[in-house]
């Protein structure tokens, strides 16, 4: 596979791709952390577009959560968008204060 055509795979896979959600959520959180260059904002931009729409919810500007595993999609995006370098994935047990997160993600009512 050419690199153009690796690329056009991921992009093609990113699109698709459904985060798989347990019947019962495991009490972790799953946070992405960015600083991504001010030369390459557009692509700052399409990442966050991209969480959007995959559901994540965000903290601040450059950091992100989700209450599930989603280290695969992490993976494609860094590829899709050639960001590896300038993301952090983290899996946390405690978040201060997330009760309104918990309850924007339906996990308490």
Same mark, same amino acid.
């Given at each position: 596979?050419?690199?153009?055509?690796?690329?056009?795979?991921?992009?093609?896979?990113?699109?698709?791709?459904?985060?798989?959600?347990?019947?019962?959520?495991?009490?972790?959180?799953?946070? #992405? &952390?960015?600083? +991504?260059?001010?030369?390459? =904002?557009?692509?700052?931009?399409? %990442?966050?577009?991209?969480?959007?729409?995959?559901?994540?919810?965000?903290?601040?500007?450059?950091?992100?959560?989700?209450?599930?595993?989603?280290?695969? #999609? &992490?993976?494609? +995006?860094?590829?899709?968008? =050639?960001?590896?370098?300038?993301? %952090?994935?983290?899996?946390?047990?405690?978040?201060?204060?997330?009760?309104?997160?918990?309850?924007?993600?339906?996990?308490?009512?």
């Amino acid at each position: 596979l050419t690199n153009k055509g690796g690329a056009l795979l991921r992009s093609i896979q990113l699109r698709e791709y459904k985060i798989k959600k347990p019947k019962r959520w495991n009490g972790k959180w799953h946070v #992405l &952390m960015f600083d +991504i260059p001010e030369g390459r =904002k557009r692509t700052r931009a399409q %990442l966050r577009v991209t969480l959007r729409e995959m559901g994540f919810l965000r903290l601040t500007d450059s950091v992100w959560i989700y209450p599930y595993q989603c280290e695969e #999609l &992490m993976a494609l +995006i860094k590829a899709d968008l =050639k960001i590896g370098k300038d993301v %952090l994935y983290l899996v946390v047990d405690k978040l201060e204060g997330d009760e309104y997160f918990r309850r924007q993600f339906g996990l308490i009512h």
